[in-house]
């Protein structure tokens, strides 16, 4: 059950983070300019792959459309293993 809300949360968050980077860079305070930033490159970009638009029209894809968003998926993904692997090689699990 948890689970499921986590990824839920995940999916809610990945399709929102350009819009909470629009958000604030229409902010008027400096701090919430940094601060959203952060958050648009710590938290995952789901929208980069969404072809929806191009699929629906019947628009030809260019190689970078499949190959960008792979390699960002795959970075994203490696990177998230190498703090999870840092986080549980402190743990004593006995």
């Known amino acids: ?30 701090a919430v300019t940094r601060v959203t930033e952060l958050l648009y490159r710590a938290l995952p970009d789901l929208e980069a792959f969404d072809l929806t638009t191009a699929a629906v029209h019947g628009l030809p894809l260019a190689t970078s459309d499949l190959l960008l968003p ?19 090689e402190r743990r004593d699990f006995r």
């Open 1 to 30: 059950m948890l689970a499921s809300f986590f990824t839920a949360g995940l999916w809610l968050i990945g399709n929102l983070t350009r819009d909470l980077r629009a958000l604030g860079e229409q902010a008027d305070a400096a």
């Open 70 to 88: 792979a390699a960002y998926g795959l970075g994203y993904a490696v990177l998230t293993l190498g703090v999870a692997v840092l986080a549980f």
